[in-house]
């Protein structure tokens, strides 16, 4: 996964990054390094030393299969998909455990190497662990990757990165099919189809479903395409098969629950009576006119214009999880002050911000959005604090590729009777808790762990989430469960 790209969501897949740098880009942890690489990268399958978090090891295997890049067209080429098995250490493992990633775009192998290596562990007292590579990202991307952007960056507005990821996004479309790439078979289902022809690889007559954000809008596919062949799923940050593009009016919900949790602090609250307003204000101010800044370009000095919009993909970002939730007082104080400068810790290098990678991409204009939900986020966007920038490029992307969009029966609910156990905490800025909600109630066989103060990376926010998992896999009975973490504290400084 490109890990600085403009795709809202393909940046929240990855655990683990270095604050502040980049901390809007990818789903924030309660770490302050990046997530450890693996050991090795072998050529072929077999036996290998996994590096996991803060330096462990264990022994694990890589595995390899091939599948239709889009099954829909018989001309299209083979790819080969990658995936990291721990074995189980049980006397008689249970069906496979197969932890699907977020994004679209994360990478299940780097989650492996994570905060979260310690569950992928635990987990192993029950069934082999398989963190699986989606089609399109690490050793499971056939995409040629895109010449680095040299050109004048654009106008950092909505209407400058619009017109900007519009025009890159259709170029790109065009020279990977000349490729020979099917961009067609980036998609949802066809990556639910991937699962069920990795269950046979394995040899398993059913298997169970881990994952977390766009995790769980593909094991919403999965199940809907292959149910009989799954035995049960622990799904965190639900995201609905027309949950996409969020609702920017529950943000603005979730936002004022947050001056709410602001106004418990004297000091804060002093330095930032109303939190939504200030940034309201910024937001306004700058996208009537951008401010010159000095960034990073391709390693260089460089220098854009940096609109409200800029500002509000950052805040999209920060609103994640609760400790980079924080620094939203102190981020928009220094902006309404003027001090624009303060932003280029937060954004790298900017010419990683322009790459377009293809899966994400694809994989989101595919899901799409249901006429109703659009309009509905298109009217609440006109007065909502962030306004479309929570899931940039989507929907500006709309209609950029005519014939990918999976159409209404992929977004359509079903009911799910399946035993699943639905993890979710309550500062959640990427899946608000409403809408999980709505998800949650497909499932008849639901046990819910509510984290209360937790983010979306909520697996490991709390260390009860694990031995709820271990137990849930080993089929226990799980009750509905209130865990809590204290509030986040918002220095002003």
Do not use: C
């Not at 929240?12 to 809007?24: D, H, N, S, T, V």
């Not at 990556?191 to 069920?196: F, G, P, T, V």
């Not at 009911?415 to 959640?428: F, Q, S």
């Amino acid at each position: 996964m490109t890990h600085t790209s403009l795709n809202r969501r393909a940046l929240f897949a990855a655990a683990g990054l270095a604050l502040p740098a980049m901390a809007f880009a990818q789903a924030p942890t309660s770490t302050s390094g990046p997530a450890p690489a693996l050991a090795t990268s072998p050529p072929q399958a077999g036996p290998f030393r996994f590096k996991g978090w803060q330096g462990q090891e264990t022994d694990a295997e890589w595995g390899f299969f091939e599948v239709p890049e889009d099954r829909r067209d018989p001309g299209s080429r083979k790819i080969r998909l990658s995936y990291v098995r721990f074995a189980s250490t049980a006397a008689k493992p249970g069906p496979p455990i197969i932890y699907l990633a977020g994004g679209p775009g994360g990478m299940g192998t780097r989650a492996a190497a994570g905060p979260r290596f310690p569950i992928f562990m635990a987990l192993r007292e029950v069934a082999d662990v398989i963190a699986f590579d989606q089609r399109g990202t690490g050793l499971s991307n056939a995409i040629p990757k895109r010449p680095a952007f040299t050109g004048p960056p654009p106008e950092f507005t909505q209407a400058g990165l619009t017109s900007y990821f519009r025009s890159e996004f259709q170029s790109a479309w065009v020279d990977w099919t000349k490729a020979g790439v099917a961009m067609t078979g980036y998609n949802t289902e066809q990556n639910a189809d991937d699962i069920d022809d990795l269950r046979r690889h394995l040899g398993a007559e059913k298997v169970d479903l881990w994952g977390i954000s766009y995790g769980t809008h593909l094991a919403l596919s999965a199940l809907k395409r292959h149910g009989d062949r799954i035995n049960r799923v622990a799904l965190a940050s639900l995201e609905g098969q027309d949950q996409t593009v969020k609702r920017p009016a529950q943000t603005d919900a979730l936002l004022r629950h947050v001056d709410t949790l602001l106004g418990a602090d004297p000091v804060a609250r002093a330095a930032v009576p109303d939190l939504p307003a200030l940034m309201r204000r910024v937001h306004i101010r700058l996208e009537a006119q951008p401010i010159a800044t000095k960034v990073k370009l391709n390693g260089a000095p460089g220098e854009i214009k940096a609109g409200g919009f800029l500002i509000q993909l950052l805040a999209g970002g920060l609103i994640a999880n609760p400790n980079t939730l924080s620094m939203l007082p102190g981020l928009y104080l220094a902006l309404d002050a003027g001090k624009t400068d303060m932003l280029a810790p937060f954004l790298g290098d900017v010419a990683d911000w322009l790459s377009v990678t293809g899966m994400p991409e694809a994989t989101d204009l595919a899901s799409g959005i249901s006429p109703g939900r659009l309009a509905l986020v298109r009217r609440e966007a006109q007065t909502a604090v962030l306004g479309e920038a929570l899931n940039f490029p989507m929907p500006q992307l709309l209609g950029a590729v005519p014939g990918v969009d999976l159409g209404e029966g992929f977004r359509a609910s079903i009911r799910i009777d399946h035993p699943a156990l639905l993890v979710a905490g309550t500062l959640d800025g990427r899946t608000l808790l409403p809408e999980q909600d709505e998800v949650a109630a497909q499932f008849q066989r639901r046990s819910r762990v509510i984290v209360e103060n937790a983010g979306h990376n909520v697996f490991e926010a709390h260390p009860d989430v694990q031995t709820l998992l271990v137990r849930f896999f080993r089929g226990e009975a799980v009750s509905d469960t209130r865990l809590s973490l204290p509030p986040p504290k918002f220095p002003v400084a």
